[in-house]
């Protein structure tokens, strides 16, 4: 069993198939959560297109369905789906069965609460479940009974509730990138039925992600960027495997900033309501720049889409977004869409007379980097504490919300530890191409130290 604890993550489990996480290990895994949940209620249980998806998912079915938990499989949906027929089937909870952005050869389980949102602190608790196994199993005759809803009807659902909400005011041009994922099923329809002129590329569920990576990025979406402008598109979406990331292309074919996507429909929103909106803290410091002058107040949390709901929760926020390019709108469920903010996005489109690349220019981008810091685990959080310490004694502004995040009036730095791999993340951030560079020095100056120092610590 303890070679199984790596698997459990912050706020999911997640490993290679067959190798880390087996058909076994999911049966056990249903055991953990069925366990955790007493035995009893409701429990909607989805996947990704993965190849091992629906194996997993039949496994983990079976030991939840051993501790009395009444198990309703809806199939291959993508997960903002799933958390939508979750929260609006009244569910006591939700499984999702999906490796998100990594690639093919790994899966993992997602959690949910009634809302649709993740689990964040009782991920530890099924974890120690799981590690004792100390599972509490039912009788035969009192099995949970295991029930199927057809996938067809839960997205019919979800999309005749977006279809509803939204309102394009002018046909559109849209190119979609559905990455062989999940998203293949939703998104192309609705934007039709729309009215949008609709282009998709990668559109087959596949779970070996033929088309290009699961994880959309500048990197990955070629094909997209250039489709886009071959055929006129007002702009472009590329989703990851399991559909809750989008990464946006304007007219011109260029990847948009996930802060702008986010920033533009936070003034669309801030026009209707003052408020918070929530960035994680990695987003640029043109978060607070644009979202403060238009009379938006920018709360910090950490990385993570689970910490960002509880954030939301906490804070009554109006809007959402993480650098992972996870985008929520509170105002029509807790959890993230990226489906609902195309559509969205859509809407101001429609209605301004300025394409998404005249939008996207007038905000201003700064030079970024983001580096990776090889440190034992055995000892990397150790390493950051005694970073934040040395910070401290030299006086720094320091945000501690997630690991070590350095404050300057003309940029930032940020270093923390990977919750996964033996390693720090340094992201920095500045205004001048000068002053980003000395920002590095100061962190990588810090890490070497602090690291030479925990090393010889007895």
Same mark, same amino acid.
Request: hydrophobic fraction near 35%.
């Given at each position: 069993?303890?070679?199984?604890?790596h698997?459990?993550?912050?706020?999911?489990?997640?490993?290679?198939?067959?190798? *880390?996480?087996?058909?076994?290990?999911?049966?056990?895994?249903?055991?953990?959560?069925?366990t955790?949940?007493?035995?009893?209620?409701?429990?909607?249980?989805a996947?990704?297109?993965?190849?091992?998806?629906?194996?997993?998912?039949?496994?983990?079915?079976?030991?939840?369905?051993? @501790?009395?938990?009444?198990?309703?499989? @809806?199939?291959?949906?993508?997960?903002?789906?799933?958390n939508?027929?979750?929260?609006?089937? #009244?569910?006591?909870?939700?499984?999702?069965?999906?490796?998100?952005?990594n690639?093919p050869?790994?899966? +993992?389980?997602?959690?949910?609460?009634?809302?649709?949102?993740?689990?964040t602190?009782q991920?530890?608790?099924?974890?120690?479940?799981?590690?004792?196994?100390?599972?509490?199993?039912?009788?035969?005759?009192?099995? +949970?009974?295991?029930?199927?809803?057809?996938?067809?009807?839960?997205?019919?659902?979800?999309?005749?509730?977006?279809?509803?909400?939204?309102?394009?005011?002018?046909?559109?041009?849209?190119?979609?990138?559905?990455?062989?994922?999940?998203?293949?099923?939703?998104?192309?329809?609705?934007f039709?039925?729309?009215?949008?002129n609709?282009?998709?590329?990668?559109?087959?569920?596949?779970?070996?992600?033929?088309?290009?990576?699961?994880?959309?990025?500048?990197?990955?979406?070629?094909?997209?960027?250039?489709?886009?402008?071959?055929? +006129?598109?007002?702009?472009?979406?590329?989703?990851? &495997?399991?559909?809750?990331?989008? %990464?946006?292309?304007?007219?011109?074919?260029?990847?948009?900033?996930?802060?702008?996507? +986010?920033?533009?429909?936070?003034?669309?929103?801030l #026009?209707?309501?003052? &408020?918070?909106?929530?960035?994680?803290?990695?987003?640029s410091?043109?978060? *607070?720049?644009?979202?403060?002058?238009?009379?938006? @107040?920018?709360?910090?949390?950490?990385?993570?889409?689970?910490?960002?709901?509880?954030?939301?929760?906490e804070?009554?926020?109006?809007?959402?977004?993480?650098?992972?390019?996870?985008?929520?709108?509170?105002?029509?469920?807790?959890?993230?869409?990226?489906?609902?903010?195309?559509?969205?996005?859509?809407?101001?489109?429609?209605?301004?007379?300025?394409?998404?690349?005249?939008?996207?220019?007038?905000?201003?981008?700064?030079?970024?980097?983001?580096?990776?810091?090889?440190?034992?685990?055995? %000892?990397?959080?150790?390493?950051?504490?005694?970073?934040?310490?040395?910070?401290?004694?030299n006086?720094?502004?320091?945000?501690?919300? !997630?690991?070590?995040?350095?404050?300057?009036? !003309?940029?930032?730095?940020?270093?923390?530890?990977?919750? @996964?791999?033996?390693?720090l993340?340094?992201?920095?951030?500045?205004?001048?191409?000068?002053?980003?560079?000395?920002?590095?020095d100061?962190?990588?100056?810090?890490?070497? !130290?602090?690291?030479?120092?925990?090393?010889?610590?007895?």
């Open positions: 069993m303890e070679q199984m604890e698997i459990f993550r912050a706020y999911d489990i997640r490993g290679i198939f067959n190798r *880390e996480l087996t058909a076994e290990t999911a049966t056990r895994i249903g055991l953990a959560f069925g955790f949940l007493e035995g009893s209620g409701k429990v909607l249980v996947r990704d297109p993965r190849t091992s998806s629906e194996i997993i998912e039949r496994a983990f079915i079976s030991g939840l369905a051993s @501790t009395g938990c009444e198990c309703f499989s @809806t199939g291959l949906v993508p997960i903002p789906t799933a939508f027929k979750t929260w609006r089937g #009244k569910f006591d909870a939700g499984a999702y069965i999906t490796a998100s952005h690639p050869e790994y899966n +993992g389980v997602r959690f949910r609460h009634p809302d649709g949102s993740g689990y602190t991920n530890n608790e099924i974890k120690e479940i799981f590690m004792n196994g100390d599972f509490k199993l039912r009788n035969w005759d009192r099995l +949970g009974e295991i029930h199927h809803i057809n996938s067809k009807e839960t997205i019919r659902e979800y999309s005749d509730f977006l279809k509803v909400k939204t309102n394009i005011s002018r046909e559109l041009n849209i190119m979609l990138d559905t990455g062989n994922g999940a998203s293949c099923f939703t998104a192309p329809q609705i039709s039925d729309l009215g949008c609709v282009i998709v590329i990668n559109q087959r569920a596949d779970g070996t992600f033929p088309g290009r990576p699961s994880e959309p990025s500048d990197k990955t979406l070629g094909e997209l960027k250039s489709r886009v402008v071959k055929e +006129g598109s007002d702009f472009g979406a590329g989703f990851d &495997g399991d559909g809750d990331r989008v %990464i946006f292309v304007d007219d011109k074919g260029r990847a948009v900033q996930t802060e702008k996507i +986010g920033i533009i429909i936070s003034r669309e929103i #026009k209707q309501q003052k &408020g918070n909106i929530i960035a994680n803290v990695e987003c410091m043109i978060v *607070e720049r644009e979202i403060e002058r238009l009379g938006g @107040t920018v709360k910090r949390v950490r990385v993570g889409d689970v910490f960002v709901c509880e954030a939301i929760k804070h009554g926020a109006l809007f959402a977004m993480e650098t992972s390019a996870h985008y929520f709108m509170p105002e029509y469920y807790i959890f993230d869409d990226p489906v609902l903010v195309s559509l969205k996005l859509a809407e101001i489109l429609s209605r301004e007379e300025r394409p998404l690349s005249e939008l996207a220019d007038e905000i201003p981008s700064y030079p970024r980097m983001a580096e990776k810091f090889d440190c034992p685990d055995k %000892i990397k959080f150790k390493v950051v504490d005694r970073i934040i310490d040395d910070f401290k004694s006086g720094y502004n320091l945000d501690l919300t !997630d690991g070590a995040r350095l404050v300057f009036d !003309d940029g930032w730095a940020l270093i923390r530890p990977s919750n @996964t791999t033996p390693l993340r340094v992201t920095v951030e500045a205004e001048t191409r000068e002053r980003l560079n000395r920002l590095f100061i962190v990588r100056n810090g890490f070497e !130290d602090a690291l030479k120092t925990t090393k010889a610590a007895p």
